[in-house]
């Protein structure tokens, strides 16, 4: 089946810097991408669609500002948490979409400290 | 909007038998995709299977399968003959095509008994 990398696959930052995470789907291309939060013992919300090309279309409740995504390639997307603040470690997981099926990255662990 | 309800938060079942993991969905379209994921302790997500609205026909796969009732929007999942390597979260899930975002449940965890 297809697979979907994540670098890194944990990052420890400090409050106040940004860090960059990137999805890349490794034997497909794909045009649109997603990214997901999960919070500790709790489901995924899903953040925002990447597209391939064009801006990102965030969820309600997500700050487009503090969450930049960039979808350069058909393999790669990249989230970057801007002025990150301990509220904002979590678990990112991003998905790569081929052919009417999503493909799950393993997921990144961000810790601000 | 799309809903998914999953009000089991913990399950538990003796190796070997049969459970059944619960799931409500709310949408008002007449076309969508409904999933059961896996996420073991890796975190990493995996589709365990998938049913299509428009196909009457309950979709499974080995040892899992699902009761789709569309006029309840119901979709359940039952796993048989439990094994060790079940022992997960379980999501269900909700897509108005296979194209789109998919929303998740809070999840089911499910604990096998040896």
């Known amino acids: 089946g297809a697979v979907v990398s994540q670098h890194p696959s944990r990052v420890i930052c400090k409050s106040g810097t940004s860090v960059k995470i990137e999805c890349r789907s490794l034997?497909?291309?794909?045009?649109?991408m997603f990214w997901y939060r999960q919070f500790p013992k709790q489901s995924l919300m899903l953040m925002a669609t990447?597209?391939?090309?064009?801006?990102?279309?965030?969820e309600q409740g997500v700050e487009k500002d503090k969450f930049l995504i960039n979808h350069a390639s058909l393999t790669l997307s990249t989230l970057t948490v801007t002025s990150a603040h301990p509220e904002d470690s979590s678990f990112y997981i991003c998905?790569?979409?081929?052919?009417?099926?999503?493909?799950f990255g393993p997921g990144t662990r961000l810790t601000v400290t | 909007a799309q809903t998914v309800t999953q009000s089991q938060p913990e399950m538990s079942v003796q190796e070997a038998e049969t459970v059944t993991l619960s799931c409500t969905y709310d949408?008002?379209?007449?076309?969508?995709?409904l999933f059961w994921y896996k996420q073991p302790p890796s975190r990493q997500m995996i589709l365990v299977i998938r049913?299509?609205?428009?196909?009457?026909q309950n979709a499974t796969e080995n040892r899992f399968s699902v009761n789709f009732q569309k006029a309840a929007k119901s979709f359940s999942l039952k796993i048989s003959d439990s094994q060790l390597g079940d022992a997960a979260m379980y999501f269900c899930?909700?897509?108005?095509?296979?194209?789109?975002?998919?929303?998740f449940g809070k999840g089911t965890r499910l604990h096998i008994l040896p």
């Open positions: 998905s790569s979409q081929q052919v009417h099926e999503q493909y």
């Open positions: 034997d497909f291309q794909a045009t649109t």
């Open positions: 990447s597209n391939e090309g064009s801006k990102a279309t965030y």
């Open positions: 949408t008002s379209e007449s076309d969508y995709y």
């Open positions: 049913q299509e609205a428009y196909k009457q």
């Open positions: 899930a909700c897509a108005m095509n296979r194209d789109d975002k998919i929303i």
